[in-house]
């Protein structure tokens, strides 16, 4: 059966293919734009531009990911779930593999914007200003999953987590906040 473009792209798998594959493409654009930045005598500009690049590489698969469509897309009702917390331990409940994988993958979701946001953003140089950013990054995931009808359901748990993810990721990157490269 001939999948094309779309069907091998509108999967797990899919996605995370062209995001390996991918990996020289991120490293030759921080290269390229490093060395375009340093001949324009631009302070930083490898830190600036693996920020730029780490951002949006680490971020735009799982994006994406949550972006799929389920099996019921379009036909099933949509959910939405925005009582704290139910989601989660409906999820912790669910056994330790699939805990591991719905936690972990949400964690992961905004992790990159929340590592690189503030050390090519001076001003987001702040563990509230990241929260603040990606829990409206979440929100704005959460409600496209709604509007689209793509059978997922759309909870104030993901944004919790997408954000708990972030923030620790910029909890880790805060060392090099102020750093000059």
């Not at 989660?88 to 994988?101: D, E, K, R, V």
């Not at 990159?112 to 001003?123: N, Q």
């Not at 829990?135 to 748990?157: F, P």
């Amino acid at each position: 059966m001939r999948r094309g473009w779309h069907g091998v792209f509108g999967t797990f798998n899919g996605v995370v293919l062209l995001a390996v594959a991918a990996l020289p493409v991120a490293a030759l654009a921080v290269w390229a734009l490093a060395r375009r930045r340093k001949a324009a005598g631009i302070t930083s500009p490898w830190r600036t531009s693996l920020a730029e690049v780490g951002m949006v590489y680490g971020t735009v698969p799982w994006v994406w990911i949550t972006l799929l469509p389920g099996s019921g897309a379009g036909v099933v009702p949509e959910r939405v779930s925005l009582v704290p917390l139910r989601d989660l331990l409906a999820i912790l409940a669910s056994g330790p593999l699939s805990a591991t994988m719905q936690i972990g993958g949400n964690l992961l979701v905004f992790a990159a914007l929340g590592f690189f946001a503030p050390l090519r953003f001076p001003r987001l140089a702040s563990i509230p200003r990241v929260a603040a950013l990606v829990a409206s990054c979440s929100v704005l995931v959460e409600t496209a999953q709604y509007v689209l009808r793509l059978d997922r359901v759309s909870s104030v748990d993901d944004v919790l987590v997408n954000t708990a993810g972030a923030v620790l990721a910029a909890w880790a990157s805060r060392h090099w906040w102020r750093a000059e490269a």
